[in-house]
């Protein structure tokens, strides 16, 4: 995975509430075992009529919003426990999903995908969302090592597990952050042979 320490970059809104799993990649294009590719078709039937042409009203169609903050309305990533969902996010471009709410299994991928997701208060979202509406050029910082969002002089801190926090600072999966403890682990087993 890619390093994470801080994002500076304007945000994408997506106010809307109860986004679902098979919003963000439906279940037809789960075909796929690599995570390449997914961007793709994220959010395929928001993006697109049926004749495969881009929905003019749809924000991901609207070049005046870019970035790779995804600014998301509560319940982000409910419904299935699919992980192409935090593929899809990634593949396309986004590092951080900010909502006020996540599914604990959507925040689980995420986490495990290099994709942060920012718990914040309503508030605080409802206010990220209307400036970036009002300013699509507000620059938004996400800082995992101090772990806050701000926007504008206004800020609030977010949790996230400190193992994910560690590995996602380095940029390890489980496997990378194991390989990287191979000399403590070498170590303490040298020092727990009983003979």
């Keep these: 995975m890619d390093k994470f320490q801080k994002v500076i970059s304007t945000g ?75 593929w899809s996010l990634h593949d396309y471009g986004f590092r951080v999903v900010v909502s006020s709410f996540f599914a604990d299994i959507f925040k689980g991928n995420a986490l495990n995908n290099g994709l942060l997701p920012v718990q914040v208060t309503d508030d605080f979202l409802s206010g990220l969302t209307s400036a970036i509406v009002a300013d699509p050029k507000t620059e938004i910082t996400v800082d995992l090592v101090n772990q806050k969002i701000s926007y504008l002089g ?24 194991l390989i990287n403890l191979k000399s403590e682990i070498e170590a303490y087993e040298t020092s727990s042979i009983v003979v």
């Excluded at 796929?32 to 929905?55: C, I, M, V």
């Design 154 to 177: 206004l800020s609030e801190t977010f949790e996230v597990n400190a193992y994910k926090k560690e590995c996602l600072i380095h940029g390890y999966d489980d496997i990378d952050f």
């Design 12 to 86: 994408v809104p997506l106010p809307n509430e109860d986004i679902d799993t098979d919003q963000i990649i439906p279940a037809r294009f789960l075909k796929a075992t690599s995570r390449e590719g997914f961007g793709d078709n994220l959010f395929r039937d928001w993006r697109y009529h049926q004749d495969n042409s881009p929905k003019a009203d749809f924000v991901l169609n609207n070049e005046t919003y870019k970035g790779e903050i995804l600014v998301a309305g509560r319940n982000f990533g409910c419904g299935s426990s699919r992980e192409h969902a935090a």
